[in-house]
């Protein structure tokens, strides 16, 4: 009978605290929601997705105050798991206050969740999902958008960079089978054999993996040239440890999963050389204008920004722009989400990375690649290249 | 042309399989040495092998790399700080969470798995918060020179001197736990109960005290191991202990669980195992099958061995009791 | 004093059926105030299904449990899921893993066969809606756009059979190891069936690899359309509710049919293989057809389950059907109860309301607590450092519910009435 009375005593909870929430009438919350892995072995770069959108929070939240609303950050966390994803989504589109999403890091995640979200026309800006895939289905072409590049403009820019500034003739193509690594990969190769490089090795390692022995065993005696790595920079990172560790001195070249501080962490900068990796964004400290950004973010979270976290800025500001718009043209009437969506597909700023202005897919209209070659530390990292498309 | 490089590739194959097998063998006598006195999968053990390495690799970082030891004192220093804080929480995991269960009748033998299961998330979690408080999340190995100097026995078979050291250390770790549960009264003790848990209590003997001697050693030898583990690939986070754990777990099966040789066996044929068909998958089939194909064919010899020997290369087959 | 207010079965079924109003007037509220505190709103959603349970124990009158039932599963629930898609989709992932806990119920609680790779069944059925459906093929077959929608109910019973099939293929030459060898070769055959999804990309693209499959067909799509015009209700809530329908439906025929084999000599051969396998052989039971019978039963309902599931998440990728999930449905089952039916489906909601909707709830409303700068015990909440972030502490919180419930119950929250035994020859009492 114990469990009656328990069961009695949480039934008068939950009618209270209703009562209380009810009794709550609170002013215009809106919210940017963060969609990303909190937990888990890619939490670390889930998390600089959520802090460089928080600081876009904070620092243009002030434009919608005009229409009464008041923005706040809401982190969502996905597990990296398309199921988690998908239930997450489905609460998230039944609360009126949201107004998009920032995420995911998952490809695999993003491509299952944005079909929830197309139901309720509620807007996605991707700051890391570079399938081609994301922007080219006709069920979510209405709000799927990113801000980085695409794995078929990506992998060819990585390869023409290959082709005309390291002469490469004979590489290896590694991918961590992921949909973000095997996607890039794919492409590269294609690029690659298109141009008469000849592919030595093609093959993928599990996104576990930590022992590339028996690919860089066979590098000892083949000497490739380059050895491409689709795939996120804690593996790249460890395969260029262990390359250097067995004296092979191949330039490694990767997209932009290589793109960030751990990249140098986890590799020890000594065995920094001859690293290459594509990005939409120049190196951090060529950006003039992230200068204050790079600060705020150290001294609000103690970390260094990488490449995700501005990508996640601009989003959240290009969001933030839309929101602004729609509000006004509907003064300040409850939230439209399909209007949002339409009026992100028209922002045209300035951001952190450059101009942010959206085609008719959803992606960003960048019009180049920059080709980063990693320093000894981030801070050190300088652009190689710019290919133009 | 084709062949001549296989052939090139086989000694140094076969060095990295060994390594890896050594690390293997290490983590599965954990899990062979506690399920030869409960009959027990620890679940678990993979996490503490995965503090073990952290331990390691963090008072290499803060406490050892800024002294002038000499690399090998200042290892051996890292093995047995991770091995004391591994053999803690491997006392502890015992103490909270199986230990309760099991002096609850009717539990059956699947809440101490699933228990497990809910230990190692919360290991897991824990460790990844901890370091997160300082900024961390990957921890690589320091770079320290030693290691990487080479010895070239022959054009190719050049082994560093990590390899060199993996070995050794391994294989006087095997050695020592041999010498342990076959020489000490203690071995025998764990032995007795290993074979017969209600002979051995009437015989005197202290059967949770051997519990926890499986435990605590089999801790001890995994921390050890975490080190080795970063000390190879060089780094280790916080989620590290998964593969190696469940490869570990694979390997004792195969050498068959419960017996200590057959893990040693076990892990050093896995080892050999996946890094012969990581290497020779792409090479033999023109890179149609890349080397993601490895796990399958390991997984598909274990199925073979374990149809033509149900209790593994080295288990005993039980008499079963009518 | 309530003990001897309820001590008899009229008034137990009063109250039990009062308790359901109770928590269904509690959730309308919620869910028609628009109210977006998801830990108020899990709560409330975990005692409409812990209210469901109180009406369903021993002594409330047969009709009272069926009308209870029937009026929350298939009334107030899709009213409310209508407007609410959170409650739906809460309610259809129940129902799903419900169906698969039951399913291996039967190999782990019945037969006593410890399955760790479960979910590769689930991955089979799945897969072959998704390949079937979509334009997956139309690189190796030119012109193959998928099967339209409504085929899905073909495939439905095929891809049935096919992960049957697939179960009783693994089953022969697997079941003749024993115990924890047995653990180990399901293992393995999950992660080999994972590994060949995520690589079977090359050389020929048979299933996507690690990129998936999108834009699976969809079988209520014009039924919904139709239905949309006449009804004026948004064509995607129309088909969230027939997934929940058919996912509900598929819940009760397979826990039907479980029912009823495990009454059956049938079940009595499971339960002999499970107590003593060698008397069980000494008596004439064929053991091995007995537990292949088990082990195909389980896998063809997941392969079902894993059917719909591909059509109602439209993008299906290896991701979904990794170890993690087999250990998932495992701790389902062990934790509502070993062997017993209405043990697991509880133990499914349970974990399921756990990990989608409470552990959710409880770091949104302290995320909100942080940014409304309330604070507790003289430390402004807003001067929490990013680590303490409650989002990040969902594992954690889950693990140490799992090993708390497993100390306090380790026969799980309804065990089964009759002892479970799996042998365990090395017991240390």
Redesign the interface.
């Known amino acids: 009978m114990r469990l009656k009375a328990s069961f009695i005593a949480v039934m008068f909870g939950v009618l209270s605290t209703t009562a209380a929430t009810i009794a709550l009438s609170a002013p215009q919350v809106l919210k940017i929601v963060t969609h990303s892995p909190l937990s888990g072995a890619q939490s670390t770069t889930g998390e600089t997705i959520k802090f460089g959108t928080q600081l876009a929070v904070d620092d243009f939240g002030k434009i919608l105050e005009p229409y009464n609303a008041k923005l706040v950050l809401q982190a969502e966390d996905d597990q990296s798991n398309p199921t988690v994803g998908v239930a997450n989504a489905n609460r998230l589109i039944g609360d009126a206050s949201v107004i998009g999403i920032i995420g995911h890091f998952n490809s695999g995640v993003a491509m299952a969740t944005t079909e929830v979200y197309a139901k309720a026309n509620l807007v996605m800006i991707s700051p890391a999902n570079t399938n081609p895939k994301i922007t080219e289905r006709a069920s979510t072409s209405k709000i799927a958008n990113r801000v980085c590049g695409r794995d078929d403009v990506q992998g060819p820019a990585a390869q023409s960079f290959m082709s005309s500034h390291l002469k490469a003739k004979k590489i290896y193509v590694i991918n961590d089978k992921t949909a973000y690594g095997s996607g890039l990969a794919q492409e590269f190769e294609k690029a690659s054999r298109k141009a008469g490089v000849q592919v030595l090795l093609s093959t993928g390692v599990d996104e576990k993996e930590t022992d590339f022995s028996s690919i860089l065993n066979r590098a000892v005696i083949e000497k490739p040239d380059v050895i491409f790595f689709g795939g996120i920079y804690s593996q790249g990172g460890l395969l260029l440890k262990q390359m250097r560790q067995k004296h092979i001195e191949s330039v490694l070249l990767g997209g932009d999963g290589l793109d960030s501080a751990e990249l140098q962490t986890i590799a020890g900068a000594a065995n920094i050389r001859n690293v290459y990796f594509t990005s939409v964004a120049m190196p951090l400290n060529q950006l003039p204008k992230a200068k204050s950004f790079i600060e705020t973010y150290k001294t609000k979270f103690k970390k260094s920004p990488d490449g995700f976290a501005v990508a996640s800025y601009d989003a959240a500001h290009a969001l933030i722009l839309a929101t602004a718009e729609s509000l006004k043209a509907k003064k300040g009437q409850a939230v439209d989400r399909a209007d949002i969506a339409a009026n992100v597909r028209k922002v045209n700023f300035e951001g952190l990375t450059g101009t942010i202005a959206f085609d008719n897919k959803g992606d960003i209209k960048a019009a180049r690649y920059v080709v980063i070659e990693a320093g000894a530390t981030p801070a050190q990292n300088k652009t190689a290249a710019v290919i133009t498309k | 042309m084709e062949t001549s490089i296989g052939w090139q590739l086989l000694p140094m194959t076969l060095a990295d399989g060994l390594s890896l097998g050594v690390m293997y063998a290490i983590i599965a006598l954990g899990y062979t040495l506690v399920y030869g006195v409960l009959g027990l999968i620890n679940f678990a053990h993979s996490e503490v092998f995965m503090v073990g390495g952290i331990v390691g690799v963090e008072l290499l970082i803060y406490v050892l790399t800024p002294t002038s030891l000499h690399p090998l004192i200042q290892l051996a220093l890292a093995l047995l700080g991770a091995g004391f804080a591994a053999a803690a929480v491997a006392w502890g995991v015992e103490r909270y969470a199986y230990y309760p269960l099991r002096s609850r009748p009717g539990s059956g033998s699947l809440a101490p798995l699933i228990t497990g299961i809910g230990v190692s998330l919360v290991l897991m979690d824990t460790v990844r918060l901890f370091e997160s408080f300082f900024g961390h999340f990957e921890r690589p190995f320091p770079s320290i020179a030693w290691f990487e100097e080479t010895y070239a026995v022959s054009e190719h078979l050049i082994l560093s001197y990590k390899s060199l050291v993996i070995w050794g250390l391994g294989g006087g770790f095997l050695a020592l736990v041999h010498g342990l549960v076959n020489r000490t009264r203690w071995g025998l003790a764990l032995r007795a109960v290993a074979q017969d848990t209600h002979a051995a209590m009437l015989l005197g003997i202290e059967s949770r005290k051997m519990v926890v001697l499986a435990f605590v050693l089999g801790g001890f030898l995994a921390g050890m191991g975490g080190v080795l583990y970063a000390l190879q690939f060089g780094k280790i986070n916080a989620f590290s202990g998964f593969v190696p754990g469940i490869k570990a777990f694979t390997a004792a099966v195969l050498g068959g669980i419960g017996s200590i040789p057959g893990a040693v066996l076990g892990g050093i044929l896995l080892g050999l195992i996946e890094m012969l068909a990581g290497t020779y998958l792409p090479l033999l089939t023109d890179g149609a099958i890349g080397s993601e194909y490895k796990d399958i064919v390991t997984f598909l010899l274990l199925i073979l061995v374990l149809l033509c020997r149900p209790t593994g290369l080295l288990g005993k087959p039980k008499a079963e009791k009518v | 004093m ?2 001897k207010l ?1 001590n008899n079965g009229k008034n137990q079924t009063t ?1 039990a059926l009062g ?1 359901v109003f ?2 269904v007037i ?1 959730n309308i ?2 869910a028609t ?6 830990f ?1 709103v899990s ?2 959603f975990l ?1 409409l299904v ?2 469901l349970y ?1 009406l369903n124990s021993s002594s409330v009158a047969t009709w009272a449990r069926v009308f209870g039932v029937v009026s929350v599963i298939f009334g107030v629930l899709p009213w409310i899921g209508l407007s ?3 409650y ?3 309610a259809t ?1 129940i129902a799903l893993f419900a169906t698969l806990a039951m399913g291996l119920n039967l190999v ?1 609680g019945m037969v006593g066969l ?1 399955d760790l790779g479960f979910i590769a069944f689930f991955a089979v059925g799945a897969y072959t809606w998704a390949i079937l459906g979509s334009s997956q093929l139309s690189e190796i077959w030119i012109g193959f756009a998928g099967l339209p929608g409504w085929s899905f109910f073909l495939v439905l019973p095929c891809a049935a059979a096919l992960a049957g099939g697939v179960g009783v293929l693994l089953g022969l ?2 079941l ?3 115990g ?2 047995l ?3 399901t ?3 999950g ?2 069936i994972r ?2 999804l ?2 079977l ?3 020929i693209n048979l299933t996507g ?4 499959i ?2 699976i067909h969809q079988p209520f799509a014009e039924l919904a359309t139709t239905v949309a015009q006449w009804s004026g209700i ?1 064509n ?1 809530r129309l088909q ?1 509710l027939a997934y929940y329908l058919l996912t509900v439906l598929i819940a009760f025929a397979a826990a039907w049919v479980f029912n009823r084999i495990s009454r059956s000599p049938i079940g009595w051969a499971w339960e002999a293989i499970r107590e003593d396998e ?2 069980a052989q000494a008596m004439g039971i064929p053991r091995i057809r007995m537990k292949l019978l088990a082990f195909a039963l389980g896998a063809s309902v997941s392969g079902m389950m894993g059917v719909v599931f591909a059509a109602k ?5 290896p ?2 059907f990794d ?1 993690n999930q087999s ?1 998932g449905i ?2 389902m089952v ?2 509502g109860g ?1 062997g017993s039916l209405r043990g697991v489906v509880l133990g499914a909601a349970v974990m399921v309301i756990l ?2 909707q409470v552990l ?1 709830g409880f ?2 409303t302290l ?1 909100a607590l942080k ?1 409304s700068g309330a604070s507790f015990m003289g430390s402004s909440f807003t001067n929490w ?3 303490l ?1 409650p ?6 919180l ?7 419930m ?2 306090y119950r ?2 799980g929250l309804l065990p089964a009435k009759r ?4 042998r ?6």
Request: with cysteine; charged share 20%; hydrophobic share 50%.
């Open positions: 309530i003990r309820f109250f308790a109770l928590a509690c509220i919620l105030q628009g109210i977006n505190n998801s108020v709560l409330a005692l812990s209210s109180r609410r898609l959170d739906l989709d809460v992932q782990v410890l030459p697997v003749r190891v024993k924890d060898y653990a180990l070769v293992l393995g055959f992660e080999v590994v060949l995520n690589n990309d090359k050389p690899g690690p990129r998936g999108p834009s948004e995607y969230a060698i008397a998440q439209t993008f299906i990728s991701d979904s170890f250990i495992l701790a062990v934790l070993v990990n989608v959710k770091s949104s995320a940014a450092p990013p680590e972030e989002s990040k502490y969902e594992r954690l889950f693990g140490l519910l799992v090993w708390w497993m100390i380790p026969e002892p479970i035994f799996i365990d020859d090395n017991h240390v009492a």
